[in-house]
Every structure is written in structure tokens, then in C-alpha cells.
């Protein structure tokens, strides 16, 4: 077995260390025995490489990164996108790329940068002397049927621990959000939504990066992907992730979480 990830514009959308989802992601289905090829989706790739892509990875950006990826995510690169999500292929967004799959994003200066659509929701930076969302963020998945899918993965609710940085705001219309704010800002800080779910696309404000310290997000990920391609249900060997589990409950602990509030 194999699978393409394909990381979008890692020159431009690497702003915030989201290459360690490409890397997580690389390395569980290495230490499984999972072939896997890293396929950078950027300005000089052609849309039809985006065919033999499995899992696409999206990270966060500056105002003026995002702008320049939407310059050139146009025509049949960004209907191969489109189609891929639509199709059901897996992925992560982390931030700015989620802010980009909507109608639009009000970047704090300059022009509105128009969106794919993909995703319906909007996103408006309120100006630059507008606080920033900047810290630690702690949220359940509340989205269906991934937040049932990883329940039973985990045998609890899945709460994801991650940190924050951006100065947008996004508000979702029919689009589904990802999960409910437990610690932090989410979406806007007010609505205590977090992200956004669509199809098999995972789309969160949540850098960290997010899959080093929420695997389960990870294993969910390959194990989709492999289903997608394969046609049929592939289990995952179990990896120890003692490390990862040790991380995350000092973080909780030192944000105080006990665990009546993560599953309040
Ligand atoms: N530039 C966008 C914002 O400030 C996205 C930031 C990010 O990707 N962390 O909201």
C-alpha cells in the first residue's frame, strides 16, 4: 500500500510549523509499513498532478502569502481541488488555507481576497489594531460523523489540544464546524465554534502543529485515505504513542483542564 500527500504551496503556507502534519503524517505510515510519497502542490505544479493525490495537506500563511495562492489557484488547478474534496479525498487545512476554501477572506489591509467556495463560511480580519487570537486552544470534535468515528478510535470524546495564531475571524453559514471551544478563541472568539467539517476535509484554526499532538487526527486521516483509494476498510497497526499522551496531559494540566472541563 501507498499514499500521496499532497502539501499545498509548502514555500508559501508553512508560516506557522504546519510541515509537522506533513511529517506526522509521513511517519505513521512509515512506522506501519505504509509506502508514502510527499507531493508539493505548488504555483508551477499542473492541475492533473493533483489525480494521484490521497490526503492533502494546507497550511497557515500571512495576509500577503494568501493572497499570492489565490493568484494562482484558478482554473483547472482549483476544479481539481474542488473535486478532490468533493470526491471525498481526506485533508487537513490549518488556518489561512481553510480561510481561503470559503467565499472570501477581508485580509486587515488590501483588496478582499476571494475564496474557492468550497467550504460556506467567510472570513474578515477586523484591522490590524484588532487583537490577535494567539494561545492555546483546546476544543472537542463535535462534527459528525467524524467526532463518532474517533470516539470509538479512542474510546472517549475527542478533545483536541493545539495553539492558535491568527487575526482573521471566520463565520460559518451551512458548513458544520469542526468542534466546540473548550480554551481559546475558535473560529471568532465569540460563537465558540471551532473549524469547519465538510465531506472528509478537516479545517481548524489549530496549529500545534495539530497531528503531533492529537495522532488519533492522523490515524483518521491514513485510515481514510486508505479506504478511499483501496475500497475497502484497511485497520491500522497501533503505535505507541506514549509520548504524545504524556504531552498532552501536561498541557492539560498546566492549562488547568481537568477532566470534567474537557468533557463538560
Ligand atoms: N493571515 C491569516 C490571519 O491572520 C491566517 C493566519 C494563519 O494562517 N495562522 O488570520
Not at 7 to 22: A, E, H, I, K, Q
Not at 179 to 184: A, E, P, T
Not at 244 to 250: M, N
Request: proline fraction near 5%.
Amino acid at each position: 500500500m501507498e499514499l500521496t500527500i499532497g502539501w499545498l504551496y509548502p514555500t508559501l503556507m508553512s508560516t506557522y510549523g504546519d510541515r509537522g502534519n506533513v511529517i506526522c503524517l509521513q511517519r505513521r505510515c512509515q512506522w506501519r509499513g505504509i509506502g508514502v510519497k510527499i507531493l508539493p502542490l505548488d504555483r508551477e505544479t499542473e492541475a492533473d498532478r493533483l489525480e494521484t493525490v490521497d490526503v492533502i495537506v494546507g497550511g497557515g500563511a500571512q495576509d500577503r502569502q494568501q493572497e499570492i495562492v489565490m493568484r494562482d489557484l484558478k482554473g483547472a488547478k482549483v476544479e481539481r481541488l474542488r473535486q478532490k474534496i468533493e470526491q471525498g479525498t481526506p485533508g487537513v487545512f490549518t488556518c489561512g488555507s481553510p480561510q481561503l476554501l470559503g467565499h472570501y477572506y477581508e485580509p486587515a489591509l488590501g483588496e478582499k481576497i476571494e475564496g474557492l467556495g468550497i467550504l460556506d463560511l467567510v472570513s474578515k480580519h477586523p484591522g490590524f489594531n484588532a487583537r490577535r487570537c494567539i494561545g492555546n486552544v483546546v476544543f472537542e470534535i463535535t462534527a459528525s460523523p467524524l467526532a463518532a468515528e474517533l470516539s470509538a478510535m479512542l474510546g472517549e470524546k475527542p478533545v483536541v489540544i493545539g495553539f492558535e495564531n491568527h487575526g482573521g475571524r471566520t463565520y460559518l453559514n451551512s458548513t458544520a464546524p469542526l468542534g466546540r471551544v473548550i480554551q481559546g478563541y475558535g473560529n471568532n472568539g465569540q460563537d465558540k465554534t471551532e473549524g469547519a467539517f465538510y465531506r472528509h476535509a478537516i479545517a481548524t484554526y489549530s496549529h500545534g502543529p495539530l497531528l503531533p499532538k492529537n495522532p488519533f487526527i492522523a490515524d483518521w486521516l491514513i485510515q481514510t485515505a486508505l479506504r478511499e483509494k483501496y475500497q475497502q476498510e484497511i485497520s491500522l497497526t497501533k503505535l505507541d504513542d506514549t509520548l504524545a499522551r504524556s504531552a498532552r496531559e501536561a498541557l492539560f494540566k498546566r492549562l488547568e483542564l481537568t477532566t470534567a472541563a474537557k468533557s463538560a
